[in-house]
């Protein structure tokens, strides 16, 4: 569950504009830190799903079959395949500072699985887990085939949060099983790089009084 | 899309808390670090105090900056003066303010890069939107696109322009052909009631910002150097007080002038006099003295701006034609020195000791080495590399030919005498060719052709001394024989020097036909094969 904090955005700009380097020192711990969980989650990427050999990347482009481009939308994209290394490659975190969410929050340190198949793999399933029941399509289960084969390959979700959205099988399950140790540790370089500026600040003052 | 796991977030209000806060947090932090240099007095708070209280002047005064700048960022700084007075004779004209001008202005500006053409094709503008009755902004869009060849924008607002003639983008004849369809339109718009109105609101907006300028400058020089922080309660209460004071004494007025006119003309008589007393003139002529203290400012640093390019373009020439010169001068100086040092270098040879005296010592007769070993000095000293070498090689050839070869010859050994010992040799030769001669003779008789001959053990290593299988036959035959108590006959065999006895066949061929020979003339002999022997 992620810690809410307060006063760290400022605490944040006043480090990046009067102690660049502690900043930049406080960011390389944070970093360290945050690499573990990816690389934990990286480690859990499977070459291939079992049931689903069809839809591994065989390096051919893919083409929508059912979205055509239109003036509206002419990014839309296919499906996109199964490929390990494009899932590994998307398992990266964020020490910058991101977007407002709506219940006003913003997430200062992050872990993210960016690519679309990460995505897929991550949260197939998580929402309906017997395929959409609304599905219009021909092969109504296909859905719930998919997220079968796939929780056979990578194992069931992991719950982070409360809520029945916060929770993975790649990143989240590797955020669980690190047991906060990750969480300690971006705190414990945050702790260090305020006391240290403050000591900092509080000497300067005295020189300047001096 | 892209899944993540906030570690650490943080609740961020928006709005003026947000502001608030980061002020707050902004100024505290600058505080703890002993940067909190009288944030309150800054002249953040005066413009936006400003802002509020005298929106139109400030308006006024953006919209004069931005042009400014466009005018100054594109070379044209001079223009502005004019420029601004034109637009400001254009406000009150079109009855259009002028902070809505000066953006239409600029960017027409930018479309066609000329001040003049900018503001004939705003006034341009104002008669098509008077005319056909679509906003100013939307004809100033379009006219500025035009300009940059796309007058579709032209075509969207149903001027009545031909769309083959549009599509020319022939600039020149569309605003021509504009200005014949809507000249006068303006003026005929403001001959309405709509027109005088807005006429009249854009003469009370210029009115505004004219008082707007006054309170600013009033309070400027109110608060001095000691801020405006405790100051603005006192002025928007002023504010609201004149407000009050100006709508009664308007009524007042009006009612007044309307029904006598005695206390009309006092009342003017007391309003001139209040005039006098609060020197309106004096600010009016103050507000006039800004504006144009202003207008001279921007002359000024406009002129400044093209004395100092002048100065510098000046200085730039100068310094090339300095550095031309210093080059030249350098050159010169340069190819001077250098003939200089030819001179010298030549003077010199001609009193070089050393060289006079190996001319001189060249004169005299002397041998050819030493004739040499002076040239080699020569060319040494008068640094002539290849000519050296030539003659240090040329010099060791003649030494080799000269003193080397003497000493050569005398070191070389004396003759020695072909013929000694050559009687040892012969002597030796002939005992070898006695030795050769003797064996000669001791040597066996060749058997030639098919002989017959009698082999007994004695003769048998000379006989068959050329056939050494058969004579292993033989004497391994003889050999069993003896080992058995059986004498060894005489064989009689015929050799065949061309090679009868070759092989064991033949050897045994001829034992056979030598033990039958021996039977049949009375020497039988047996032979036990079981016992494997003679008998």
């Known amino acids: ?210 | 899309m892209t899944i993540g796991i906030d570690i650490v977030s943080e609740y961020k209000d928006k709005g003026a808390k947000l502001a608030e806060s980061s002020l707050t947090k902004l100024t505290k932090t600058a505080r703890n670090l002993g940067l909190a240099l009288g944030v309150a007095l800054s002249v953040n708070k005066i413009v936006a105090f400003g802002r509020a209280s005298v929106k139109e002047f400030t308006d006024s005064e953006r919209a004069a900056a931005a042009l400014q700048n466009t005018l100054k960022n594109t070379g044209n700084l001079m223009a502005f003066p004019d420029t601004e007075a034109g637009l400001k004779n254009l406000s009150k004209l079109s009855g259009i303010a002028d902070d809505s001008l000066i953006p239409s202005f600029t960017q027409l500006f930018r479309a066609t890069g000329n001040a003049k053409q900018a503001m004939d094709s705003l006034n341009l503008a104002i008669e098509v939107s008077r005319g056909s009755g679509n906003g100013l902004n939307q004809v100033v869009d379009a006219l500025s696109k035009g300009y940059a060849g796309n007058t579709r924008g032209l075509a969207a607002l149903n001027l009545g322009l031909n769309k083959a003639y549009l599509a020319t983008g022939n600039m020149a004849g569309i605003t021509e052909e504009l200005n014949k369809q809507f000249s006068g339109a303006s003026a005929a718009y403001l001959d309405t009631y709509a027109g005088k109105i807005e006429v009249l609101n854009n003469q009370w907006n210029d009115t505004k910002q004219i008082v707007g300028q006054g309170l600013v400058m009033a309070f400027q020089e109110a608060t001095g150097n000691r801020g405006v922080g405790g100051m603005t309660d006192a002025m928007e209460k002023f504010g609201y007080i004149v407000d009050a004071i100006l709508i009664k004494t308007g009524s007042l007025i009006n009612t007044l002038t309307n029904n006598i006119p005695l206390i009309s003309d006092l009342l003017k008589r007391v309003v001139d006099g209040w005039s006098y007393i609060l020197d309106v003139k004096g600010t009016e002529l103050k507000i006039q003295n800004e504006i144009w203290k202003a207008n001279t400012k921007t002359w000024e640093m406009a002129s400044k701006a093209a004395d100092d390019q002048a100065k510098k373009n000046k200085e730039y020439l100068a310094f090339l034609a300095k550095q031309k010169k210093l080059t030249d001068a350098a050159a010169l100086a340069a190819k001077k020195k250098q003939a200089e040092e030819a001179a010298l270098k030549k003077a010199a040879t001609m009193f070089d000791i050393d060289r006079i005296q190996i001319v001189a010592a060249l004169q005299r007769n002397i041998t050819e080495d030493e004739k040499l070993r002076l040239q080699l000095q020569m060319a040494l000293l008068q640094e002539n590399a290849s000519e050296a070498d030539r003659l240090s090689n040329q010099l060791a050839i003649s030494q080799l030919q000269t003193t080397n070869l003497a000493l050569a010859i005398s070191r070389l050994p004396r003759a020695l005498n072909p013929f000694e010992g050559w009687s040892a040799e012969i002597d030796m030769l002939l005992a070898k060719m006695i030795a050769m001669y003797n064996l000669l003779q001791n040597k066996p008789a060749e058997l030639k052709g098919n002989v017959r001959a009698q082999v007994t053990p004695a003769s048998a290593p000379s006989l068959l001394a050329n056939a050494p299988i058969a004579m292993a036959e033989y004497q391994s035959i003889s050999g069993v024989m003896g080992d058995v108590g059986v004498k060894v006959p005489t064989f009689n065999i015929t050799i065949n020097n061309a090679g009868n006895v070759v092989s064991d066949a033949d050897l045994v061929e001829q034992i056979r036909n030598g033990l039958l020979n021996s039977n049949l003339s009375g020497s039988p002999s047996a032979v036990g094969r079981l016992l494997g022997a003679f008998q």
């Open chain 1, 1 to 210: 569950m992620p810690v809410q904090v307060k006063g760290l955005i400022e605490t944040r700009k006043a480090l990046k504009k009067f102690a660049p380097d502690l900043y930049e020192q406080m960011n390389k711990e944070i970093r360290v830190a945050l690499k573990t969980i990816t690389d934990d989650a990286k480690t859990k990427v499977q070459p291939s799903v079992r049931g689903l050999e069809n839809w591994q990347d065989l390096g051919k482009p893919v083409v929508s079959r059912t979205k055509a481009k239109t003036m509206m939308a002419p990014n839309l994209r296919a499906f996109p395949k199964y490929n390990p290394l494009i899932i590994k490659k998307g398992l990266t975190y964020s020490v910058a500072q991101g977007k407002r969410n709506k219940a006003g929050f913003v997430g200062l340190y992050r872990l993210l699985n960016k690519s679309a198949v990460g995505a897929i793999i991550e949260t197939a399933g998580r929402k309906n887990w017997g395929g959409d029941p609304q599905s219009q399509s021909n092969n109504p289960n296909a859905g719930a085939h998919f997220n079968q084969r796939i929780q056979g390959t990578y194992g069931g979700f992991k719950q982070v949060g409360n809520s029945r959205m916060d929770k993975g099988r790649l990143l989240f399950k590797s955020y669980v099983d690190d047991q906060g140790k990750v969480q300690d540790a971006v705190f414990a370089a945050i702790k260090k790089a305020e006391h240290l500026f403050e000591t900092t600040t509080k000497n300067d003052r005295y020189g300047l009084a001096a």
